[in-house]
């Protein structure tokens, strides 16, 4: 009968809100209890953080259900609004009030290794030169999209258009092609990457192509396998028959075709390039100290630091953490619609 | 037949192309390798008399001529660095370990992923395939030093369960040996065992929607042993290629490993010679590193006769 | 002697209803039929009309699970098969009851051998040892006809034609020596020469092993002439049932008067107009009320669109049972059944 139904959905509804509720007030006190405590060893502390920090999660999402009625993607929703809240505070960093970043003869009267204190000057503390760990982790994020994002754009325009030209003509040109990807790809690339620096001064324009490097052989080799598949079907010889020449048949019919899981591999991508540029300046060879990014304060922590001040290493390592996170999520999203065969790589 | 030759056609211009690319790239390197080896400060003639020597006056591919002839019979060069040894006995002495490591943390990443993919896939959907597939999401999402450098903190200096640096050569002491590699293999493991458990995990479930599945099950046949049995085998195809993609990969990507816990590896031995400007050793193990990869992959091809009798045969 | 004990299939008002995104489907939607040893049942339908849901249910292949309800009994040798626990289930997959599916390419596993498909169900039911399961096996594909059975065991699935691979699936299905087969449309993913073999096949295994056999397929003439009785399937809901020969000859229920009626035949006059049904199955999230066939019938009334008729016995004179759900069943002197 439809009022039992209805009946019935809103204690379903209550229970659900209620039980929401609870988790989420149990989750955030085990979470703040996990944060704030000095009384742990770090890997309990980390236990009890990361258990409350689910059970906040699960908790919104089923005070969510219970309020809309509908389930949402809760992690999806919150992966955009991190990525978007990160790229316009990256593009806002310069006008924004932030502590001082890379400057060092400004902080010489800074507290230095200060932990973090939300509600002071120093919200995510400062690192052992006094500089602030928050601007600094703003700065780097500037730094490290910057990069991805020009290595991406380049990787995807020239390797797209070397992997349809190769899918399209085929025959000798597509050998050579092959060979060449094959030998980018036979080279590590983190080994590629360190070989490169040796050579090459690590400015941001430099660092991006190197990236870049990376991500044309995938692109290649994705730009191709689709335009093979393409170009047999019958809208691409309806257009050789009508005149059009090879250039027009492949910006015409196959691009705009080819474009969708291409782009969806370049999300994916982004994550990995932003752990490529963060992992060489981990390793000393990327962009340099003073100027932040992600990779290189985790380095700061080396040495015996990030015992006693956990802080330098789980700042930057949460931002890498979640905007890596969010990416990947993207990405796969984006794969999901709109390239289901590489979807499940 | 002809495939295989043609492959191995492929294989050696891909190698060609590497060495001439590493080669190449070298050359681009600042500074005078003369310079780098006796130092500063000599007269200029004894910079010209070195390179006279090392034959760096000489032509491009000369050179690269000279290089790859010594390289396929096994003479790599001289490293240019105090002490000056051979180029190839280096590479013997630091290729072992990251192939150890690499191996390692292979068979760790392997053993775990397998049961808790064949989980996931069985229970598809339900509370434990979610949380396992958004534990392997996050870890996939974790650097690599990120990850060494936190179980560092909570392993080695925390709980001090395991040393932090330093290597025993298996052929010395395995115990030792292992208990120094264990904590970088499972750094190395963490991001193979997400990568793995997601594709057999996919492909389980699409395996397992198969009509000879439920012809099977028809049978009268238990679910365990329709997994291992029926459903495992088809599923690992991919699988396959990519533990094959990861070893190759991985010999190389040990880097960042090998750096965080100062194992005398290829790559920290590569990234050492490369700030130097050791130029024949980063050649030599570049090449290497190459090397190893396409070989890998050409078996994991040659494998998939073994694993999929219809590709057994060549098609009719 | 209590008569339901010699039926090897009995099955009492089942009911299967999935639970989908978009709401409750009832695919099965009370079916009751029984077999005895040695008889041969025909399920015919179009698609969608419940006929492999019905087949998978009996069987106790789809089972009661968060998104499948079953209701009703099905008795297989007296045990009800949905109040067993699945570990007691599966002893009967095989020994007691066999399914053979509609498409060999995908029904067996390609990475295993001929061979190994029957050996694994003989040592798994039978316990038998490895050479004595080798040799059943042979014997099994000896019985379904495949020659030299020896270099076949060892083949692989891609090795053989599809007729052969059917074949295999049979030998697959006897190889405990179950009392009943449910074949699902075992011949139309075939050849139609070879549909004419392998269906002869059964008939001549079930006649000699005195099996119980349910042949479900849309095809009208795979049914005929080979089968002893049939159920005529619409929309999750058995509308005729009799003695094959009587429904062919005279079909009782609109819908299988209209079914037997839209088959081309060889001797009809060229450019016959090909008589369709009108319309399409119902939306079994929503199933009409009444009469589901009602929407199409030529003969629907008002009453039919309102009550849904009960399958029952009909008094057509005849001393074999004959059940059919019509309020207005075609019997010679039309009259309204009450």
């Known amino acids: 009968m439809p009022s039992d139904k209805f009946r019935a959905d809103r204690a379903k509804r209550t229970r659900t809100l209620t039980l929401g509720a609870v988790m989420l007030v149990a989750g955030a006190v085990l979470a703040g209890f996990g944060w704030s405590t000095p009384s742990l060893v770090l890997a309990g502390k980390a236990v009890l953080f990361l258990v409350g920090l689910t059970l906040v999660f699960q908790g919104v999402s089923r005070l969510v259900i219970g309020i809309r009625g509908k389930r949402i993607d809760l992690l999806f929703t919150l992966a955009v609004i991190w990525l978007i809240g990160l790229i316009t505070v990256a593009v806002l960093a310069p006008v924004l009030p932030l502590g001082e970043h890379n400057d060092v003869a400004k902080t010489l009267l800074e ?35 910057a990069i991805s994002l020009l290595a991406v754009t380049i990787g995807t325009v020239v390797g797209g258009c070397i992997g349809v030209i190769a899918g399209y003509y085929r025959k000798g040109v597509d050998s050579v092609v092959g060979i060449f990807t094959n030998a980018l790809l036979a080279v590590p690339p983190l080994i590629l990457l360190i070989a490169l620096s040796t050579f090459l001064e690590p400015s941001l324009r430099n660092m991006a192509l190197a990236l870049s490097l990376l991500t044309i052989p995938s692109m290649v080799r994705l730009a191709r396998a689709n335009t093979i598949a393409f170009a047999q079907r019958e809208f691409v010889m309806a257009a050789r028959l009508m005149g059009a020449t090879r250039l027009r048949v492949m910006a015409r019919e196959l691009v705009p075709n080819v474009i969708l899981p291409v782009f969806s591999m370049a999300v994916v991508m982004i994550s990995a390039l932003i752990v490529a540029e963060a992992s060489l300046s981990f390793l000393g060879l990327g962009i340099q100290q003073p100027d932040p990014t992600w990779g290189n304060m985790v380095a700061e922590g080396e040495g015996g630091a990030m015992e006693d001040f956990p802080h330098i290493v789980l700042v930057p390592g949460a931002f890498l953490f979640l905007t890596v996170f969010a990416f990947n999520l993207l990405g796969e999203k984006a794969q999901q619609r709109w390239d289901t065969r590489s979807a499940k790589l | 037949m002809r495939r295989i030759s043609l492959r191995i056609g492929e294989l050696i211009a891909v190698l060609f192309v590497v060495s001439f690319g590493v080669f190449a790239m070298v050359t681009l390197m600042p500074g ?61 002495g630091a290729l072992p370990v990251s192939v150890e490591l690499a191996v390692l943390g292979l068979v760790i990443a392997l053993v775990l992923a397998i049961p808790l993919a064949m989980w996931s ?122 533990m094959g993609i990861s070893l190759g990969r991985l010999i190389g990507s040990t880097v960042i490993v090998e750096y965080l816990f100062a194992l005398p590896g290829m790559g920290s031995m590569i990234v050492t010679s490369a700030n130097q400007g050791d130029y024949p050793l980063v050649q030599g193990a570049v090449l290497i590193v190459a090397l190893v990869y396409v070989v890998v992959n050409a078996g994991i091809d040659l494998s998939y006769g073994y694993l999929d009798p219809r590709t057994r045969r060549v098609h009719a | 002697m209590n008569e339901r004990d010699d039926l090897v299939l009995d099955v009492r008002d089942v009911r299967t209803t999935f639970l989908t995104p978009r709401g409750p489907v009832r695919a099965v939607d009370g079916v009751s039929m029984s077999l005895r040893a040695g008889e041969t049942l025909g399920i015919v339908g179009e698609s969608g009309s419940g006929k492999s849901v019905l087949g998978r249910t009996v069987m106790g292949l789809v089972s009661n699970s968060p998104t499948t309800t079953i209701t009703g009994e099905c008795r297989i040798a007296g045990l009800d098969v949905h109040a067993l626990k699945p570990k007691d289930r599966r002893k009967l997959w095989g020994p007691e009851v066999a399914m053979v599916f509609q498409d060999p390419m995908t029904s067996l596993n390609p990475v295993k051998r001929v061979g190994t498909h029957l050996t694994e169900a003989l040592r798994l039911h039978l316990g038998v040892s490895r050479k004595e399961a080798d040799e059943r096996a042979v014997d099994l594909l000896r019985q379904v006809f495949i020659p030299e059975p020896v270099r076949r065991m060892k083949q692989y699935p891609h090795e053989l034609s599809g007729g052969m691979r059917q074949r295999v699936v049979i030998a697959m299905a006897l190889a405990c020596d179950p009392k009943l087969l449910i074949a699902d449309e075992p011949t139309t993913a075939l050849d139609v020469t070879v549909q004419k073999q392998i269906l002869d096949l059964l008939a001549t295994l079930a006649a000699d092993r005195n099996m119980a056999t349910i042949l479900i397929s849309h095809d009208l003439g795979a049914v005929e002439g080979r089968t002893d009785r049939v159920a005529v399937m619409y929309a999750g809901r058995t509308v005729e049932t009799s003695q094959t020969s009587r ?39 929503n199933p009409p009320e009444g009469c589901r066939f009602a929407p199409r019938c030529r003969f629907a009334v008002d009453r039919c669109h309102q009550e849904s008729p009960e399958l029952r016995e009909l008094a057509d004179g005849t001393a074999d049972t004959h059940l059919g759900a019509c309020h207005f069943p075609l019997l010679p002197a039309r009259q309204e059944v009450s």
């Open chain 1, 111 to 145: 507290p230095t290794n200060m932990s973090p204190q939300l509600l002071t000057d120093h919200p995510l503390g400062t690192n052992n030169q006094g500089l602030d760990m928050l601007s600094r982790s703003i700065h780097g994020a500037r730094t490290s999209l």
């Open chain 2, 32 to 92: 005078d390798p003369a310079v780098a080896i006796l130092g500063e400060g000599h007269p200029p003639q004894d910079y010209e008399n070195l390179r006279q020597e090392l034959g760096l006056n000489d032509g491009l591919l000369h050179r690269y001529w000279d290089w790859l002839s010594g390289a396929v019979t096994g003479d790599l060069g001289t490293s240019l660095v105090p002490p000056q040894t051979d180029v190839t006995e280096r590479i013997l």
């Open chain 2, 121 to 242: 896939a069985a229970h598809a959907g339900g509370a434990i395939d979610r949380m396992i597939s958004a534990t392997m999401f996050a870890t996939l999402s974790v650097p690599s030093f990120l990850a060494g450098l936190l179980l560092i903190m909570i392993f080695a200096n925390g709980l001090g369960w395991f040393p932090r640096a330093q290597w025993v050569r298996i052929s010395e002491d395995i115990p030792g040996n292992l208990h120094h590699a264990l904590l970088p293999a499972i750094v190395i493991a963490m991001m193979e065992l997400a990568l793995f458990t997601r594709i057999l995990r996919n492909d389980l479930i699409v395996t397992l929607n198969e009509d000879y599945i439920l012809a099977a099950r028809a049978k009268g046949m238990p679910p365990w042993r329709i997994m291992v049995t029926d459903a495992l085998r088809p599923s690992s195809f991919s699988l396959v290629t990519l």
């Open chain 3, 247 to 285: 429904v062919f000859n005279a079909p009782v229920h609109p819908y299988a008067e209209a079914l037997l009626a839209s088959i081309p035949r060889i001797d009809d006059a060229p450019h016959t107009v090909l008589r369709a049904i009108d319309g399409s199955p119902p939306n079994m999230l």
